[in-house]
């Protein structure tokens, strides 16, 4: 009778340098000191992520694991620098074997070693954003495709075309069926421009930047002894940010882990907000079915918030069926309930904000505590005026002001021009978006436009027919076209109107240049709607002109002293914002239709996601969180003033989680 008898390792017992029972909360030391195997790591939000996953590495190498057998996947450079630091401070040791670093760079790392079995050599050339955009030019230049016959997609958003097509891991025309759906009828010529920019980067040892994740996926898949090599190498895996990976990175993680199957990714599909870009929602949501026997550990203590603000969080993203349910639990003391706040409209809205402001800096908060998010930037218009009016600053994330974005400026032009005929940089501006002008092209055109106009006599449009003969050929169509419409803005009734000389401009043909020009399209026109909404409020073109050239003056003068101590309030696009934390938070503009926006309602995903987007703005308050809406609002179009509905997620909050405030105008005696 034989009976098998299993031979155990031998290891010294353990000397921990690091009590973690002491050093962790229970669920956090749940999830640090995890057996071998796949594990999910659903973190709150402010409960500590960061915490869990570099206690975790450390962990690991005191259990005995070799440093150069983990890897450490994050979405930023600084992120994984800050985790590796953290855990050599823990250790007291250098962690250099540590492969830790966002997916490009590790991407990066694995292809200079075997760049050869792709077609490449291990000094292959890393390509930017600008040297990507040069090559697809060069490559629409070789397929000598005429741009003017059709609008055909500048190498920008081409270049964002093709990057969603890898990203989401889809053929070129189901993206532009699913974003792009103007250029649906391109789809066999930029399906070829795809081709032979693939092509040219492989012959001349150029990748760019998803390629790293594109040709490491394809190592993994297509070269066994390669993919063997890293299975056996990465005995455990760490994920960060796991929400926001997209099927690529999924891929990559699934093929590298599936030896040893020691897969721990950490994240919140609560704060999944970012589908646009090609995250996929499904990766965190469907884990432990692709990882049969996958735990999944729960952190939900927050540091960050107090209770009466993670009450009304919980109640917030409580209506979403497709989530992994927790509840926030508070770690800080009671404090003041969240304040709901109905406007008579947008510029009471604006005053409401900025009056609370300087009350709660009077109480000791710093301007730099304290921030506005909403949904999308033209949102905060009314706001930066007001702002602007009571001298309070303020800095926006995007680094950019609603007022100096390049398609706002565009518009300006045209009626700048319109008023003054001799503004040559208004003028040069927009030549300069006409196909074969450059710099000295613009300048020939404004030396002939100064001779054949003559201020007292001359309509505009007419000065410009007579300048047709010098304009290139490749640039004919377009300036029949603007002639066209200048003739249009100097018509009695529209002239001087600036909201409806700014719809104008859309209608005759800006719309159609924004298409081909810009990746984010819709968002841009949106923009110039609102522009146009804007505009309404003020009598005259010349006025309009005024607060605008006041406002993006202003903008010029603080980014000069952006770089002084002076403290600014901050205003962010939510998405801008995840990841940060304030005292206080304002979220403005939450009306149905704006926040969620109107786009998301057509499907149930995309209102969840919005509804996320509502739980990540919430979140980010510490001690005091406004939210408000306008009950009226100025529309694109003739509409005018129109009745807003309060956003359907403040329905959701039980009224008891919250205060209202009701606004008393103020009246002058």
Known sequence: MSREYQLQPFRAPIELQIDYARELNEQQHAAVTALPGPALVIAGAGSGKTRTLTYRVAWLIEQGVPPDRILLLTFTNKAAKEMMRRVGDLLENDLAQLWGGTFHSIGNRVLRRHAELLGYKADFTIMDREDAKDLIQACVDDAKIDVKATRFPKADVLADIFSLAVNKQRVVPEVLAEQYDYFSHLAPQIEDISRRYTERKRTTGLMDFDDLLVLWLRLLR????????????????????????????????????????????????????????????????????????????????????????LALANAAIAANTRQFTKQLQ?????????????????????????????????????????????????HALELQLELTRRNIPFSITSGIRFFEQAHIKDVAAHLKFVANPRDELAFKRLVRMMPGVGGKGADKLWVELSSKFKIESSKLAEALEKCATRVPKKAAAAWGQF?????????????????????????????????????????????VQQLASFAQQFATMEEFLTQLALLTNLEADENKTATDDTEQL???????????????????????????????????????????LFYVACTRAKDELYLSYPLIRMMPGPGGDTFQQPSRFLGEIPTELREEWNLRPYHSH
């Open 222 to 309: 297509d070269h066994d002894e390669v993919r063997e090599l890293y299975q056996r190498r990465f005995q455990f895996i760490l994920v960060d940010e796991y929400q926001d990976t997209n099927l690529l990175q999924s891929e990559l993680i699934d093929l590298l882990g599936a030896r040893h199957r020691n897969v721990m990714v950490v994240g919140d599909d609560s704060q999944s907000i970012y589908a646009w870009r090609g995250a996929n929602f499904e990766n965190i949501l469907e884990f432990p079915k692709r990882y049969a026997g996958a735990v999944v550990y729960k952190i939900e203590m927050n540091y960050r918030s107090t209770p009466e603000i």
């Open 330 to 378: 508070p770690a800080r003391p009671s404090g003041t309930k969240p304040v709901l706040v109905a406007c008579g409209d947008s510029g009471e809205q604006a005053a409401f904000v900025a009056q609370r402001v300087l009350e709660l800096r009077e109480e000791g908060i710093e301007l730099d505590e304290m921030v506005v998010l909403y949904r999308s930037h033209f």
């Open 483 to 527: 002639v066209a419409t200048i003739a249009q803005l100097e018509a009695e009734g529209v002239c001087g109107r600036a909201d409806k000389m700014i719809r104008l401009v859309i209608e005759a043909g800006y719309e159609d240049y924004l298409k081909a020009e810009y990746a984010n399209f819709r968002a841009r026109l949106e923009d």
């Open 570 to 612: 901050r205003l962010s696009t939510i998405h801008q914002a995840k990841g940060l934390e304030f005292r206080v938070v304002f979220v403005v503009m939450l009306c149905d239709g704006l926040f969620p926006s109107a786009r998301s309602l057509d499907t149930t995903e995309g209102e969840e996601e919005e509804r996320r």
